[in-house]
Protein backbone atom coordinates (compact mmCIF):
# COMPACT_ATOMS: atom_id res chain seq x y z
CA UNK A 1 0.00 0.00 0.00
CA UNK A 2 1.26 2.92 -0.98
CA UNK A 3 0.83 6.55 0.92
CA UNK A 4 0.90 9.86 -0.30
CA UNK A 5 0.34 13.44 1.92
CA UNK A 6 0.86 13.53 5.46
CA UNK A 7 -0.04 10.45 7.29
CA UNK A 8 -1.41 12.29 10.40
CA UNK A 9 -4.18 13.22 8.60
CA UNK A 10 -5.26 9.86 7.27
CA UNK A 11 -4.48 8.02 10.36
CA UNK A 12 -5.83 10.53 13.30
CA UNK A 13 -4.16 11.76 16.07
CA UNK A 14 -3.34 9.54 18.75
CA UNK A 15 -3.90 11.67 21.42
CA UNK A 16 -6.86 13.26 20.48
CA UNK A 17 -8.36 10.06 19.32
CA UNK A 18 -6.77 6.77 20.19
CA UNK A 19 -9.70 4.54 19.12
CA UNK A 20 -9.71 5.80 15.47
CA UNK A 21 -6.16 5.86 15.00
CA UNK A 22 -5.83 2.59 16.72
CA UNK A 23 -7.79 0.83 13.69
CA UNK A 24 -6.71 2.63 11.19
CA UNK A 25 -2.89 1.68 12.40
CA UNK A 26 -3.67 -1.44 12.01
CA UNK A 27 -5.45 -1.76 8.75
CA UNK A 28 -3.61 0.94 6.68
CA UNK A 29 -0.17 -1.01 8.29
CA UNK A 30 -1.63 -4.26 7.00
CA UNK A 31 -1.67 -5.95 10.00
CA UNK A 32 -5.12 -7.19 10.19
CA UNK A 33 -8.50 -6.46 7.99
CA UNK A 34 -11.55 -5.65 9.88
CA UNK A 35 -13.47 -5.72 6.78
CA UNK A 36 -14.52 -9.42 7.20
CA UNK A 37 -18.78 -9.49 7.43
CA UNK A 38 -18.70 -10.91 11.11
CA UNK A 39 -18.27 -8.96 14.26
CA UNK A 40 -15.36 -9.13 16.41
CA UNK A 41 -13.33 -11.68 13.56
CA UNK A 42 -10.49 -10.04 11.48
CA UNK A 43 -8.44 -11.55 8.81
CA UNK A 44 -4.91 -11.10 9.46
CA UNK A 45 -2.60 -9.98 6.31
CA UNK A 46 0.75 -11.27 5.50
CA UNK A 47 2.99 -8.46 7.39
CA UNK A 48 0.51 -8.93 10.72
CA UNK A 49 1.37 -12.69 10.55
CA UNK A 50 5.00 -11.96 10.06
CA UNK A 51 4.66 -9.89 13.61
CA UNK A 52 2.98 -12.32 15.29
CA UNK A 53 5.32 -15.17 14.63
CA UNK A 54 8.34 -13.13 14.88
CA UNK A 55 6.51 -12.28 18.41
CA UNK A 56 5.25 -15.95 19.58
CA UNK A 57 8.74 -17.48 18.08
CA UNK A 58 10.34 -15.22 21.54
CA UNK A 59 7.41 -16.73 23.30
CA UNK A 60 8.18 -20.48 22.36
CA UNK A 61 12.16 -20.35 22.91
CA UNK A 62 11.11 -19.09 26.15
CA UNK A 63 8.79 -21.39 27.08
CA UNK A 64 11.54 -24.61 25.70
CA UNK A 65 13.95 -23.07 27.36
CA UNK A 66 12.56 -23.19 31.10
CA UNK A 67 11.56 -27.09 29.57
CA UNK A 68 7.74 -26.87 28.51
CA UNK A 69 6.97 -28.96 25.50
CA UNK A 70 4.80 -27.54 22.42
CA UNK A 71 1.72 -29.93 21.65
CA UNK A 72 -1.87 -29.47 19.79
CA UNK A 73 -4.97 -30.55 21.63
CA UNK A 74 -8.26 -30.69 19.66
CA UNK A 75 -10.64 -27.82 18.73
CA UNK A 76 -14.02 -29.46 20.06
CA UNK A 77 -14.61 -30.57 24.15
CA UNK A 78 -17.97 -32.80 24.38
CA UNK A 79 -20.27 -31.10 26.97
CA UNK A 80 -19.79 -34.46 28.80
CA UNK A 81 -16.21 -32.96 29.66
CA UNK A 82 -16.57 -29.43 29.39
CA UNK A 83 -19.19 -29.57 32.15
CA UNK A 84 -17.45 -31.87 34.83
CA UNK A 85 -16.05 -28.93 36.63
CA UNK A 86 -18.88 -26.27 37.67
CA UNK A 87 -17.46 -23.43 38.52
CA UNK A 88 -15.39 -23.71 35.13
CA UNK A 89 -18.60 -24.17 33.68
CA UNK A 90 -20.26 -21.43 34.97
CA UNK A 91 -17.55 -19.17 34.11
CA UNK A 92 -17.05 -19.76 30.57
CA UNK A 93 -21.10 -21.06 29.86
CA UNK A 94 -22.05 -17.42 28.25
CA UNK A 95 -19.31 -16.64 25.98
CA UNK A 96 -18.52 -20.52 24.92
CA UNK A 97 -20.21 -21.68 21.40
CA UNK A 98 -21.96 -24.69 21.21
CA UNK A 99 -22.21 -27.31 18.26
CA UNK A 100 -25.34 -29.45 17.63
CA UNK A 101 -25.84 -30.58 14.86
CA UNK A 102 -24.09 -31.49 11.20
CA UNK A 103 -26.33 -30.39 8.30
CA UNK A 104 -29.70 -31.40 9.32
CA UNK A 105 -28.39 -33.94 11.16
CA UNK A 106 -28.10 -33.53 15.22
CA UNK A 107 -25.33 -34.94 17.03
CA UNK A 108 -25.70 -37.29 19.62
CA UNK A 109 -23.89 -34.78 21.75
CA UNK A 110 -23.17 -31.37 22.44
CA UNK A 111 -19.76 -30.21 21.42
CA UNK A 112 -18.07 -27.33 22.73
CA UNK A 113 -15.93 -24.94 20.56
CA UNK A 114 -12.60 -24.39 23.08
CA UNK A 115 -12.60 -20.93 24.85
CA UNK A 116 -10.02 -22.56 26.71
CA UNK A 117 -8.82 -25.66 26.68
CA UNK A 118 -8.28 -26.80 30.29
CA UNK A 119 -11.02 -29.76 30.19
CA UNK A 120 -9.68 -30.84 26.51
CA UNK A 121 -5.95 -31.46 28.27
CA UNK A 122 -6.81 -32.38 31.30
CA UNK A 123 -9.16 -35.51 30.12
CA UNK A 124 -5.88 -36.52 28.44
CA UNK A 125 -3.52 -35.45 31.39
CA UNK A 126 -5.48 -38.48 33.50
CA UNK A 127 -4.62 -40.81 30.79
CA UNK A 128 -0.92 -39.75 30.53
CA UNK A 129 -0.21 -39.30 34.01
CA UNK A 130 0.67 -42.29 36.60
CA UNK A 131 3.47 -41.75 38.24
CA UNK A 132 5.35 -39.19 40.13
CA UNK A 133 8.37 -40.33 37.55
CA UNK A 134 5.82 -38.84 34.40
CA UNK A 135 6.06 -35.66 36.72
CA UNK A 136 6.34 -32.39 35.68
CA UNK A 137 4.49 -32.39 33.16
CA UNK A 138 5.08 -28.72 31.50
CA UNK A 139 2.95 -28.22 27.92
CA UNK A 140 1.96 -25.66 25.90
CA UNK A 141 0.30 -24.88 22.62
CA UNK A 142 -0.27 -21.96 20.21
CA UNK A 143 -3.94 -21.92 18.84
CA UNK A 144 -7.29 -20.05 17.96
CA UNK A 145 -9.34 -19.79 20.97
CA UNK A 146 -13.63 -18.66 20.22
CA UNK A 147 -15.22 -16.35 23.12
CA UNK A 148 -18.29 -15.00 22.02
CA UNK A 149 -17.60 -11.37 23.68
CA UNK A 150 -21.25 -9.55 24.74
CA UNK A 151 -19.25 -6.41 25.37
CA UNK A 152 -17.90 -3.62 22.54
CA UNK A 153 -15.79 -5.78 19.91
CA UNK A 154 -12.05 -3.95 19.34
CA UNK A 155 -9.33 -5.35 16.57
CA UNK A 156 -6.82 -7.12 18.86
CA UNK A 157 -7.77 -6.15 22.54
CA UNK A 158 -11.03 -7.91 22.27
CA UNK A 159 -12.26 -10.53 19.87
CA UNK A 160 -14.52 -13.66 19.02
CA UNK A 161 -11.88 -15.28 17.33
CA UNK A 162 -8.56 -15.18 19.58
CA UNK A 163 -6.82 -16.74 16.55
CA UNK A 164 -2.46 -16.48 18.77
CA UNK A 165 -3.64 -18.04 21.73
CA UNK A 166 -0.49 -19.30 23.68
CA UNK A 167 -1.76 -21.19 26.96
CA UNK A 168 0.84 -23.46 28.98
CA UNK A 169 -0.62 -26.10 31.30
CA UNK A 170 1.48 -27.65 34.15
CA UNK A 171 1.11 -30.56 36.69
CA UNK A 172 2.98 -31.48 39.91
CA UNK A 173 3.59 -33.56 42.80
CA UNK A 174 2.93 -30.97 45.35
CA UNK A 175 1.78 -27.93 46.28
CA UNK A 176 4.99 -26.31 46.78
CA UNK A 177 6.27 -27.01 43.11
CA UNK A 178 3.15 -25.53 41.92
CA UNK A 179 4.00 -22.41 43.72
CA UNK A 180 7.23 -22.37 42.19
CA UNK A 181 6.11 -22.65 38.87
CA UNK A 182 4.00 -19.88 39.29
CA UNK A 183 6.96 -17.77 40.01
CA UNK A 184 8.93 -19.16 36.67
CA UNK A 185 5.83 -18.27 34.84
CA UNK A 186 5.94 -14.73 36.52
CA UNK A 187 9.55 -14.52 35.13
CA UNK A 188 8.99 -15.74 31.50
CA UNK A 189 6.42 -13.08 30.58
CA UNK A 190 8.36 -10.72 33.03
CA UNK A 191 10.90 -10.94 30.52
CA UNK A 192 8.78 -11.40 27.32
CA UNK A 193 7.48 -7.98 28.14
CA UNK A 194 10.27 -6.53 29.16
CA UNK A 195 12.15 -7.84 25.69
CA UNK A 196 9.07 -5.57 23.93
CA UNK A 197 9.33 -2.72 25.88
CA UNK A 198 5.82 -3.21 27.07
CA UNK A 199 5.60 -1.40 30.96
CA UNK A 200 3.50 -3.55 33.50
CA UNK A 201 2.29 -4.04 36.37
CA UNK A 202 1.92 -7.39 38.56
CA UNK A 203 -1.54 -7.51 40.36
CA UNK A 204 -2.79 -10.61 42.25
CA UNK A 205 -6.40 -10.79 41.61
CA UNK A 206 -9.03 -10.32 43.97
CA UNK A 207 -11.09 -13.56 45.00
CA UNK A 208 -14.83 -12.60 43.02
CA UNK A 209 -12.87 -12.46 40.12
CA UNK A 210 -10.45 -15.19 40.04
CA UNK A 211 -10.46 -17.55 37.02
CA UNK A 212 -12.83 -20.12 37.23
CA UNK A 213 -12.02 -23.16 39.20
CA UNK A 214 -8.83 -21.75 40.54
CA UNK A 215 -7.14 -21.15 44.06
CA UNK A 216 -5.59 -17.90 43.00
CA UNK A 217 -3.78 -15.87 40.03
CA UNK A 218 -2.06 -13.22 39.06
CA UNK A 219 -2.41 -10.55 36.12
CA UNK A 220 0.19 -8.51 34.00
CA UNK A 221 -1.48 -5.01 33.46
CA UNK A 222 -1.21 -2.19 31.47
CA UNK A 223 -2.21 0.92 29.94
CA UNK A 224 -3.13 2.03 26.85
CA UNK A 225 -3.17 5.82 25.35
CA UNK A 226 -6.60 6.10 26.48
CA UNK A 227 -6.20 5.41 30.15
CA UNK A 228 -7.63 2.20 29.94
CA UNK A 229 -5.99 -0.87 31.74
CA UNK A 230 -5.32 -3.63 29.36
CA UNK A 231 -4.88 -7.66 30.87
CA UNK A 232 -1.95 -8.91 29.11
CA UNK A 233 -1.75 -12.06 30.67
CA UNK A 234 -2.40 -14.13 32.98
CA UNK A 235 -0.71 -16.54 35.22
CA UNK A 236 -2.87 -18.91 37.56
CA UNK A 237 -2.55 -21.42 40.50
CA UNK A 238 -5.26 -24.32 40.09
CA UNK A 239 -4.71 -26.28 42.99
CA UNK A 240 -6.35 -29.81 42.70
CA UNK A 241 -9.69 -28.89 41.62
CA UNK A 242 -9.55 -29.83 37.73
CA UNK A 243 -7.48 -33.29 39.04
CA UNK A 244 -10.05 -34.10 41.47
CA UNK A 245 -12.71 -33.70 38.76
CA UNK A 246 -10.61 -35.24 36.28
CA UNK A 247 -9.09 -38.04 38.07
CA UNK A 248 -5.50 -37.23 37.62
CA UNK A 249 -3.76 -39.36 39.93
CA UNK A 250 -0.41 -40.71 40.10
CA UNK A 251 1.29 -43.59 42.51
CA UNK A 252 4.01 -41.10 45.24
CA UNK A 253 7.59 -42.23 45.91
CA UNK A 254 6.07 -44.02 48.87
CA UNK A 255 3.37 -46.24 46.61
CA UNK A 256 0.67 -44.13 47.58
CA UNK A 257 -2.11 -42.75 44.86
CA UNK A 258 -2.04 -39.06 45.41
CA UNK A 259 -3.80 -35.74 43.01
CA UNK A 260 -1.69 -33.83 40.91
CA UNK A 261 -1.06 -30.34 41.36
CA UNK A 262 -1.57 -28.03 38.51
CA UNK A 263 -0.99 -24.51 37.10
CA UNK A 264 -1.83 -22.54 33.60
CA UNK A 265 -1.10 -19.66 32.19
CA UNK A 266 -1.37 -17.37 28.53
CA UNK A 267 -1.61 -15.02 26.42
CA UNK A 268 -3.01 -13.83 22.95
CA UNK A 269 -2.83 -11.04 20.51
CA UNK A 270 -3.54 -8.57 22.76
CA UNK A 271 -0.03 -8.21 23.49
CA UNK A 272 0.51 -6.98 19.94
CA UNK A 273 -2.25 -4.57 20.20
CA UNK A 274 -0.16 -3.24 23.80
CA UNK A 275 2.67 -3.23 21.47
CA UNK A 276 0.71 -1.36 18.42
CA UNK A 277 -0.92 1.48 21.10
CA UNK A 278 1.80 2.19 23.37
CA UNK A 279 4.83 2.46 20.76
CA UNK A 280 3.07 3.86 18.09
CA UNK A 281 2.85 7.63 16.88
CA UNK A 282 0.33 9.73 14.33
CA UNK A 283 3.09 8.63 11.29
CA UNK A 284 1.86 4.80 12.48
CA UNK A 285 3.98 1.71 13.66
CA UNK A 286 6.53 2.19 16.13
CA UNK A 287 8.22 -1.54 16.28
CA UNK A 288 11.01 -3.00 18.57
CA UNK A 289 13.18 -4.10 16.11
CA UNK A 290 13.29 -7.24 17.32
CA UNK A 291 9.73 -8.26 16.19
CA UNK A 292 9.95 -5.93 13.00
CA UNK A 293 8.97 -7.89 9.66
CA UNK A 294 11.29 -5.15 8.27
CA UNK A 295 14.28 -3.98 10.14
CA UNK A 296 16.15 -2.04 7.76
CA UNK A 297 14.61 -0.37 4.37
CA UNK A 298 16.67 0.77 1.68
CA UNK A 299 15.28 3.74 -0.59
CA UNK A 300 17.35 4.20 -3.46
CA UNK A 301 17.31 7.45 -4.81
CA UNK A 302 17.67 7.63 -9.05
CA UNK A 303 21.13 8.53 -10.15
CA UNK A 304 24.23 6.86 -11.10
CA UNK A 305 25.65 4.09 -9.65
CA UNK A 306 23.35 4.33 -6.49
CA UNK A 307 22.52 0.47 -8.17
CA UNK A 308 26.06 -0.91 -7.69
CA UNK A 309 26.13 1.18 -4.29
CA UNK A 310 23.04 -0.39 -2.99
CA UNK A 311 24.31 -4.23 -3.71
CA UNK A 312 27.36 -3.55 -2.06
CA UNK A 313 25.53 -2.15 1.59
CA UNK A 314 23.42 -5.81 1.43
CA UNK A 315 26.09 -7.63 1.12
CA UNK A 316 26.47 -6.16 4.60
CA UNK A 317 23.39 -6.94 6.39
CA UNK A 318 23.04 -10.41 6.32
CA UNK A 319 21.39 -11.49 9.60
CA UNK A 320 18.49 -8.80 9.16
CA UNK A 321 15.40 -8.82 7.60
CA UNK A 322 16.11 -5.97 4.18
CA UNK A 323 13.88 -4.55 1.77
CA UNK A 324 15.10 -2.56 -1.17
CA UNK A 325 12.15 -0.28 -2.19
CA UNK A 326 12.09 -0.03 -6.01
CA UNK A 327 8.94 0.60 -6.77
CA UNK A 328 8.13 3.56 -9.54
CA UNK A 329 7.26 5.90 -6.64
CA UNK A 330 8.56 9.30 -5.40
CA UNK A 331 10.78 8.62 -2.59
CA UNK A 332 8.92 10.63 -0.01
CA UNK A 333 5.76 8.31 -0.74
CA UNK A 334 7.95 5.45 0.34
CA UNK A 335 9.22 7.28 3.27
CA UNK A 336 5.33 7.76 4.26
CA UNK A 337 5.24 3.57 3.95
CA UNK A 338 7.49 2.28 5.73
CA UNK A 339 7.27 4.90 8.78
CA UNK A 340 3.42 3.94 8.98
CA UNK A 341 4.91 -0.02 9.11
CA UNK A 342 7.30 0.70 11.57
CA UNK A 343 10.55 0.16 9.94
CA UNK A 344 13.28 0.94 12.18
CA UNK A 345 15.71 2.01 10.02
CA UNK A 346 15.54 3.26 6.59
CA UNK A 347 18.65 3.83 4.09
CA UNK A 348 18.76 6.47 1.65
CA UNK A 349 21.20 6.23 -1.33
CA UNK A 350 21.66 8.72 -3.80
CA UNK A 351 24.71 10.19 -6.07
CA UNK A 352 25.71 12.14 -3.17
CA UNK A 353 25.68 9.20 -1.00
CA UNK A 354 27.58 7.60 -4.21
CA UNK A 355 30.40 10.38 -4.74
CA UNK A 356 31.20 10.95 -1.28
CA UNK A 357 31.10 6.94 -0.02
CA UNK A 358 28.69 7.39 2.92
CA UNK A 359 24.79 6.88 3.20
CA UNK A 360 22.09 8.23 5.02
CA UNK A 361 20.03 6.46 7.78
CA UNK A 362 16.72 7.97 9.31
CA UNK A 363 15.79 6.25 12.89
CA UNK A 364 12.09 5.77 12.96
CA UNK A 365 11.96 6.23 16.88
CA UNK A 366 13.21 9.88 16.52
CA UNK A 367 12.97 10.88 13.08
CA UNK A 368 16.64 11.99 12.87
CA UNK A 369 19.20 11.23 10.02
CA UNK A 370 22.42 10.21 10.48
CA UNK A 371 25.39 10.15 7.75
CA UNK A 372 27.16 6.73 7.94
CA UNK A 373 30.53 6.43 5.90
CA UNK A 374 30.27 3.09 4.07
CA UNK A 375 33.09 1.10 6.47
CA UNK A 376 30.91 1.42 9.73
CA UNK A 377 27.58 0.88 8.04
CA UNK A 378 26.93 -2.64 9.62
CA UNK A 379 28.17 -1.86 13.25
CA UNK A 380 26.45 1.57 13.18
CA UNK A 381 23.09 -0.19 12.18
CA UNK A 382 23.39 -2.58 14.81
CA UNK A 383 24.11 -0.02 17.35
CA UNK A 384 21.03 1.96 16.61
CA UNK A 385 18.96 -0.84 16.50
CA UNK A 386 19.65 -1.37 20.27
CA UNK A 387 19.34 2.37 20.85
CA UNK A 388 15.87 1.90 19.10
CA UNK A 389 14.87 -0.88 21.74
CA UNK A 390 15.90 1.17 24.95
CA UNK A 391 14.60 4.52 23.60
CA UNK A 392 10.91 3.04 22.97
CA UNK A 393 11.11 0.90 26.28
CA UNK A 394 12.36 3.41 28.23
CA UNK A 395 9.80 6.12 26.40
CA UNK A 396 6.96 3.53 27.31
CA UNK A 397 8.32 2.98 30.66
CA UNK A 398 8.13 6.91 31.50
CA UNK A 399 4.36 7.02 29.91
CA UNK A 400 3.11 4.37 32.48
CA UNK A 401 4.36 5.70 35.59
CA UNK A 402 2.20 8.94 35.26
CA UNK A 403 -0.98 6.68 34.81
CA UNK A 404 -0.45 5.07 38.35
CA UNK A 405 -2.38 7.09 40.99
CA UNK A 406 -3.50 7.26 44.41
CA UNK A 407 -6.27 7.76 46.25
CA UNK A 408 -7.99 7.97 49.73
CA UNK A 409 -11.27 8.82 49.40
CA UNK A 410 -14.58 7.55 47.03
CA UNK A 411 -14.48 10.50 45.31
CA UNK A 412 -11.09 11.18 44.67
CA UNK A 413 -10.92 7.77 43.20
CA UNK A 414 -13.89 8.34 41.10
CA UNK A 415 -12.72 11.57 39.12
CA UNK A 416 -9.22 9.88 39.12
CA UNK A 417 -11.05 6.07 37.39
CA UNK A 418 -12.86 8.59 35.45
CA UNK A 419 -9.61 10.59 34.34
CA UNK A 420 -8.00 7.57 32.84
CA UNK A 421 -5.17 5.05 34.98
CA UNK A 422 -4.70 3.08 37.02
CA UNK A 423 -5.99 4.26 40.43
CA UNK A 424 -4.30 2.37 43.98
CA UNK A 425 -6.57 2.78 47.04
CA UNK A 426 -5.80 1.39 50.59
CA UNK A 427 -8.04 -1.45 51.37
CA UNK A 428 -8.61 -3.69 54.26
CA UNK A 429 -8.50 -7.07 52.28
CA UNK A 430 -12.21 -8.22 53.17
CA UNK A 431 -13.84 -9.23 50.04
CA UNK A 432 -17.12 -7.88 51.08
CA UNK A 433 -15.30 -3.94 51.42
CA UNK A 434 -13.89 -4.81 47.87
CA UNK A 435 -17.18 -6.07 46.20
CA UNK A 436 -18.83 -2.74 47.81
CA UNK A 437 -15.83 -0.22 46.18
CA UNK A 438 -16.47 -1.85 42.71
CA UNK A 439 -19.76 -1.34 42.62
CA UNK A 440 -19.81 2.18 43.48
CA UNK A 441 -16.62 3.16 41.33
CA UNK A 442 -16.61 3.26 37.79
CA UNK A 443 -13.82 1.03 36.66
CA UNK A 444 -12.95 -2.71 38.23
CA UNK A 445 -10.74 -3.95 40.54
CA UNK A 446 -7.60 -5.53 39.22
CA UNK A 447 -6.26 -6.79 42.29
CA UNK A 448 -3.48 -6.33 44.55
CA UNK A 449 0.12 -6.71 45.65
CA UNK A 450 1.36 -8.60 48.07
CA UNK A 451 3.69 -6.64 49.69
CA UNK A 452 2.34 -3.41 50.01
CA UNK A 453 1.03 -1.95 53.40
CA UNK A 454 -0.24 1.61 53.54
CA UNK A 455 -0.15 4.12 56.27
CA UNK A 456 -3.88 4.90 55.75
CA UNK A 457 -7.12 3.46 56.91
CA UNK A 458 -8.84 1.60 54.23
CA UNK A 459 -12.20 4.05 52.89
CA UNK A 460 -14.08 1.64 55.35
CA UNK A 461 -12.28 3.25 58.30
CA UNK A 462 -10.45 -0.36 59.13
CA UNK A 463 -7.03 -0.96 59.11
CA UNK A 464 -5.74 -1.52 55.81
CA UNK A 465 -3.47 -4.49 55.13
CA UNK A 466 -2.33 -3.48 51.04
CA UNK A 467 -3.40 -1.39 47.81
CA UNK A 468 -6.73 -2.48 45.76
CA UNK A 469 -6.52 -1.21 42.25
CA UNK A 470 -8.88 -0.53 39.97
CA UNK A 471 -9.34 0.96 36.51
CA UNK A 472 -11.63 1.01 33.40
CA UNK A 473 -10.41 -1.61 31.33
CA UNK A 474 -11.05 -3.17 27.89
Given at each position: ?11 G????D?T ?7 F????I ?10 V?R ?5 LM?L??D ?7 K???E ?10 S ?9 K ?9 T ?5 KL ?8 T?E ?8 LWI ?21 K ?5 LRVR ?13 T ?9 E ?10 W ?16 A ?14 G ?9 N ?11 EF ?6 K ?5 TC?G ?17 G ?6 I ?16 E ?6 S ?6 V??D?R???P????Y?W ?8 I ?5 E ?7 L ?7 K ?16 S?IQ??I ?7 F ?11 E?K ?14 G ?6 N ?8 AL?F?D??KP?E ?5 S ?8 A???
Open positions: MVFGGVLSEKLVKKKFEWFERVLYSEIDHRYPLKGVYWPFGMKKLMKMKKLMESGHEAYFPLFSPIIFSKEAEFLGFSGESLRVRTGKRSEELVVRPSTIMYYMFSRSWRDLPLKIFQVVPIFRWETMTKPLEIVFFKEAHTAHERQEADEQIKAIKIYTEFFELGIPFILLKTPSWDTFGAEYNYDFVTVLPDKALELASVILGQKFAKVFNIMDRNEERLVWQYISERVLGAVVAIHGDDKLVLPPDAPVQVVVVPIPGKGVDKIKKITFLEGLRVIEDVRGEKYHEAKGVPIREVGEKVKKNFVTARRDTGEIKVEDSRIKKEIFRILEKNSEKAKNGAQFIKTAFSEEAKMIEKGGIVKIPWCKDECGELQEKLPGEGKDEAPCICGESTTYLYFRCY
